[in-house]
């Protein structure tokens, strides 16, 4: 058995194209239980799947309810996702530990769901109250009103994060460094050069000056090909400056 | 001096009603610094500030870059936000990774900016190289692509986040919990009535069941007012079955 995701429940929703853009939030963090409670232009609406762009899965797949309670029916936990203090005495968390909560939930096999009120006038108190938790997201308290489909991004980014171990890239550098050696031998090709041109002198100075060079390169991850272009570089510069010395003779 | 924030600039943005979603998005996070780069239609872009739904500061100021070079001349810190792998020996960052390190970098003097590519076709590599790291964000690997207000919404939280100390709720429940012994007062007169009914019989398992009913209310966080609400709940109860039975003798 597969841990039950949060179900994504948004309450008299408005417009077609906040639901495409909600279901495609969804599909960014592998949420696909999408919940309709009495949409204002009926369901299907034609303004939802071209917004989705491609979660189509999440929009042929979601189910349209009467009313708040028959949409969370099956589901142990409730979240009601509010920029707004209700007077109601109900815990309040933030986005990061809700998602951390509805990971948890969901290992111990229990159904969480999430619900997002109508794009204006947010969820009533009547539809609040039935939640189990409030959640808020934490931002600009000047500023603070969410688009209906960031509202579901956020939350489930949060659950994401939570449920894959803090989330890790898609992809990495991979950057394989170039063995010391390499580094070695480039930087004692380089202070050759610099010694053969005068940039080291006075002869005092030129242990400091070492230092300082080679701590520009030590500290970078350079990959055996960045190494192989450096020594080019320096050699490259070294020849032109010679053959231009013979020319100004 | 109060610590920068990191700018936001996009790159060769295409439509105005993107531009005035991603200020937006900055201004529930409290950035403000937006840089356009190229921008397709020009700027002012006159769908830009109705996208904004308010954020009319960032929008208006709004500066225009010729070229990325331009826009990250006075940064130090640069972040290029990319879904795809490149072929780039470059450090890669999760948002929450680069969300602190950008936060830890302003409160240190230090200024940071983020690149977003445009709509479809994202940063080129040639844009890409300009920054000090790729930041990515974790995601449904078979669903990565974000809208462009959305990577920047997910940027500024995790910024926002990081720069405030984990983010705490906008507001709280401020439960001011009822005194134990106005919850103990509850309990015994509920256990009176249940006694008077005969709800607790037989005697012998009166002690579990009597621990059983006071575990569901002791256990939530109830104001003084909610009990007094529990407690006129049981008198009207006890009240009205009193007064049944008698109608029923």
Chains 1, 2 share one sequence.
Not at 13 to 18: A, D, I, K, M, V
Not at 38 to 57: C, H, I, K, Q, V
Not at 65 to 73: G, H, L, T
């Amino acid at each position: 058995m597969t841990a039950p995701k949060p179900a994504v429940i948004l309450v008299r929703p408005q417009l077609g194209e906040n639901i495409g853009k909600a279901a495609r939030a969804m599909g960014n963090f592998g949420l696909d239980d999408l919940r309709l409670v009495a949409p204002r232009d009926g369901w299907p609406n034609p303004d939802a799947l071209p917004s989705a762009a491609g979660a189509d899965w999440i929009i042929e797949g979601a189910r349209v309810f009467a009313s708040v309670e028959d949409a969370i029916a099956d589901c142990e936990i409730v979240y009601a996702t509010t920029a707004r203090r209700r007077d109601m005495v109900k815990p309040v968390l933030t986005a990061k530990a809700a998602g951390a909560e509805m990971a948890g939930a969901g290992k111990a096999g229990r159904r969480t769901a999430l619900l997002f009120g109508a794009e204006a006038a947010g969820l009533s108190n009547d539809e609040t109250v039935l939640a189990t938790r409030i959640v808020t997201i934490p931002c600009n308290p000047d500023f603070s009103s969410f688009n209906l489909a960031q509202a579901v991004l956020l939350l489930g980014y949060e659950w994401f994060l939570a449920a894959h171990d803090g989330g890790t890239p898609n992809f990495t550098a991979e950057i394989e460094e170039a063995p010391r050696a390499e580094l070695v031998g480039f930087l004692e090709q380089l202070e050759d050069e610099l010694d053969r041109s005068g940039f080291l002198l006075p002869i005092e100075k030129r242990p400091q000056m070492v230092r300082n060079i080679r701590n520009i390169f030590t500290r970078l991850p350079l990959a055996l090909q960045e190494v192989r272009t450096l020594r080019g570089i320096v050699t490259a510069l070294a020849v032109y400056g010679r053959s231009r010395d013979k020319t100004s003779e």
